[in-house]
């Protein structure tokens, strides 16, 4: 029997390399100039890669149609093998349960305290609770809130907020991980250290794309730098900088 054959014929899209897939994609809202135009994207798995672009060109609405949050006007996109303009609805819970989102603005329950604003996100996946008290600690630790655990949201400087919501995101041990301006409320220090934690969880295999503002960070780090503009692409670099504006 040939078995390298019978391999190939079982691997699954999800299986390639390539994670992340769009071609041609645009996306119009009911109002206004198309929000994205011709997007032609490929990211591979365990890429780190950087959107960057002014204030309207896309950026969010891109993080949307990735997340299923939103359906493309026209074109193809795939992510982790699903094709997400014929997915199933009754199938997107599952695909989500393998990406983790970050906002600029944390979006923690206000009510709960640290501990369970982590325990919610293993709770929804319908983790044990043997599970959960093992999983919550040991990424509380990796973010640096091992001792947060009773301290609720209000409690918090940003840069823990935004720490509690990165080990909300990565808790289930996402497959690809989606920050939209994440550092957009932080000062420089925490803004670098939750760079440094989004890369370090790049380096343990996670394929992360960061939308940011940040040109000193983005322009230190050499990663992968997307520019959008007015919906196009504008330049995809590898190692790249931020772009000026004309
Ligand atoms: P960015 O995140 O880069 O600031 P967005 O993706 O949020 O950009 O927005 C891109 C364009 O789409 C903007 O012109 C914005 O006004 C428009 N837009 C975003 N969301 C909506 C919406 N829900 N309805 C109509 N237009 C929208
Ligand atoms: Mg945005």
Known sequence: MDVSANRRTKRTASDNKEIISLNNVSKAYSTGAPALKDVDLHINRGEFVFIVGDSGSGKSTLIKLLLRELTITSGDINVMGYDLARIKHRKIPKFRRNIGIVFQDFRLLKDRNVYENVAFAQRIVQKSNKEIRKNVPSILAIVGLAGKYKARPRQLSGGEQQRVALARALVNNPTILLADEPT???DPKN??????????????????????????????MQKRVVTLKKGVIVSDEEKGGYIDED
């Open 184 to 186: 957009g409320n932080l």
């Open 191 to 220: 803004s670098w250290e939750i760079m440094k934690l989004l890369e370090q969880i790049n380096e343990n295999g996670t394929t992360v794309l960061v939308v940011t503002h940040n040109r000193e960070i983005v322009n230190a």
